[in-house]
């Protein structure tokens, strides 16, 4: 339980936190919140030779309204996304889903960058950025660039970024007034889910399912079905097309396809006008 020996380097900026990532290549790890790296590190699952620290960096924590948009910095705590009236407001479904995250520590100091940069498949919140279908922003040595969440997750714990990039912003759309839900089953309060579904319904369905494969995942069939009319009785039987849910000490895949079924029906059910 204890981590091998690293170096350690506190970034006052992006740009140096870029350059220093450049400096040290794949031999350097990101530190926000460092709930979910610090763990691989004690068990050695993950031994980078440097640690940057971006968590001091200005103008990363922010919550705000640009146009149709809801623009967040990469370094925004759960807590803060929890508490947001904005969020509140605009987009519920976002700010409802970081109460559900762990325990008011892990809300205090865990990150939304953190937690999308890592691309854990359970973990509750890209599910929700996904359903909004939002768009996440980065910076490279070559400056920002735009990825869709779709195209972010790229296998388990891998995602879109370059060795040479980080995040630094999310834009979810502004849905006020939309339905959504989040459901979410586990075995005791503050676990991870065995399942969640995360889903807003405005005009366009956007549904979501949690540890339901290597990475977050998008229910396809569940929106399609919703646009073609499909009870959410109906839409949800072909919740976990797709899917490939793995089989643990929690629960059998077969099981999760279950629970998968069961709710996106009461997310849908939930959700719906």
């Known amino acids: 339980m204890i981590p091998a020996a690293f170096d350690y380097a506190r970034a006052e900026s992006v740009e140096e936190a870029v350059g220093l990532l450049v400096e040290h ?35 990363l924590s922010h919550i705000e309204k640009q146009g149709e948009e809801i623009v967040i910095g990469a370094l925004t705590r759960h807590r803060d996304l929890e508490t947001s009236p904005l969020l509140k407001e605009q987009v519920p479904l976002l700010a409802h889903t970081a109460h559900q995250v762990g325990d008011p520590q892990v809300r205090h100091r865990g990150t939304l960058g953190g937690t999308l940069a890592h691309g854990d498949p359970a973990s ?40 040479d ?54 229910a396809t069939a569940v929106e399609e079905a919703v646009r073609s009319g499909a009870s959410a009785a109906d839409a949800a039987e072909v919740a976990a097309e797709g899917a490939d849910p793995p089989s ?21 059910e939930e959700a719906s006008p």
């Open 25 to 59: 290549g794949d031999e350097a790890k990101l530190l926000a919140g460092g709930h979910s790296l610090l763990p691989l590190m004690k068990l050695r699952l993950a031994t980078p030779a440097v640690l940057i620290d971006i968590g001091r960096i200005p103008n």
């Open 124 to 163: 509750d919140l890209p599910a929700a950025v996904l359903a909004l279908g939002g768009t996440l922003v980065v910076q490279g040595p070559s400056g920002r660039r735009e990825i869709a969440v779709g195209d972010f997750f790229r296998g388990f714990l891998e995602t879109a970024l370059a060795a």
């Open 165 to 218: 990039e980080m995040l630094v912003e999310i834009r979810v759309p502004a849905v006020p007034g939309a339905g959504w839900s989040f459901q979410k089953f586990n075995r005791r309060a503050q676990d991870w889910a065995i399942v969640g579904v995360a889903a807003v319904v405005n005009g366009s369905p956007g549904v979501a399912l949690v540890n339901m494969g290597s990475t977050p995942l998008r």
């Open 248 to 268: 643990d000490s929690n629960a059998s895949s077969e099981y999760r396809r279950h629970l998968a079924t069961v709710l996106v029906r009461r997310a849908l």
